[in-house]
């Protein structure tokens, strides 16, 4: 004889329905995204604007390339932007090549003196610019660096170095110390192991570091309207000021020049963005 059992408590006939917060909270977000986004680019928007319009006299009228012809022709522009690119290249290339070293003593040392060299960093990187380049203008002349590319070159990569070796010790400490145990056990060196895997898996923070040494240099206009003489030697951000008037401005050469600036810029991100990815030690890290 089988009988048969009711649960003690039934359960509800209909389901309650409760309103989704977490939809209602993504749209605004979004909404407050394309708000912040659409305030950036105005700017941007404006540039290209002004660029695209015709000069003061020129008869022309709507939009046209007249202005940027203008400029990539008539102007000492393409001049400025080599200068601006050897520059920049040329410090990022020398930031780097120093950075990475120094980063690794910072990340793998536990010394005294490794500890007093951090703490040193952190000091100069406080100071600003302007309190070096009276000194250094002094110095330079006696150099003969000043007006001279070399010079730019030197005071950019002493001006980042103390974030380069901050960035490049930052990521080196998410790369597990074991990894390098091993390749000293297979017969690596101390620089093999360094070079082979510690800077083979740094790839993001190699090219983070590089950005920022290039950002640096590129948008520099203190250090090189003190230190550049004659207009052939002219970066972008100083030969940019050579078209101001003193009464009037034709913003259409302005912004042609500016948006030739940003350029490079927008280059390399959009061609080094794809790089950036922490997945490349995930597979070194298997049997942890």
């Not at 209602?24 to 995204?33: D, E, F, I, S, V």
């Not at 604007?49 to 006299?57: K, N, S, T, W, Y």
């Not at 203008?137 to 730019?152: Q, Y």
Request: overall charge positive.
């Amino acid at each position: 004889m089988s009988t048969a059992t009711t649960p003690r408590h039934a359960a509800p006939s209909t389901l309650e329905v409760r309103p989704d917060r977490r939809g209602t909270t993504r749209w605004w977000g979004l909404a407050l995204y394309t708000v912040i986004t659409a305030v950036v680019l105005i700017p941007l928007v404006a540039v290209v604007v002004l660029a695209l319009r015709p000069r003061q006299g020129s008869g022309l009228s709507g939009y046209t390339l007249e202005t940027i012809g203008y400029v990539l022709t008539q102007t000492q522009s393409i001049i400025w932007l080599e200068n601006s690119l050897l520059v920049s290249l040329a410090s990022t290339v020398v930031a780097v090549v120093v950075a990475a070293p120094a980063g690794y003593v910072l990340s793998r040392g536990r010394s005294k003196a490794v500890s007093g060299y951090s703490l040193l960093l952190f000091i100069v990187q406080g100071f600003p610019v302007v309190v070096f380049v009276i000194p250094l203008f002094i110095l330079f002349a006696r150099l003969n660096l000043v007006d001279t590319p070399a010079g730019l070159i030197i005071i950019y990569v002493a001006a980042s170095m103390s974030v380069a070796c901050w960035m490049m010790a930052a990521y080196f400490d998410s790369i597990p110390v074991t990894l390098e145990e091993a390749a000293w056990i297979d017969g690596c060196s101390l620089f093999g192991g360094f070079v082979r895997v510690v800077l083979r898996n740094s790839l993001p923070g190699v090219l983070s570091t590089a950005i920022f040494t290039f950002l640096v240099a590129w948008n520099d206009y203190l250090v090189a309207v003190v230190f550049l003489r004659s207009t052939i030697n002219y970066t972008l951000p100083v030969g940019l000021q050579t078209f101001f008037q003193q009464n009037a401005t034709d913003w259409g050469p302005v912004m042609a020049t500016a948006l030739l600036m940003m350029l490079p810029p927008i280059i390399v991100f959009a061609a080094l963005n794809r790089f950036f990815s922490v997945g490349g030690i995930g597979g070194s890290l298997a049997g942890r």
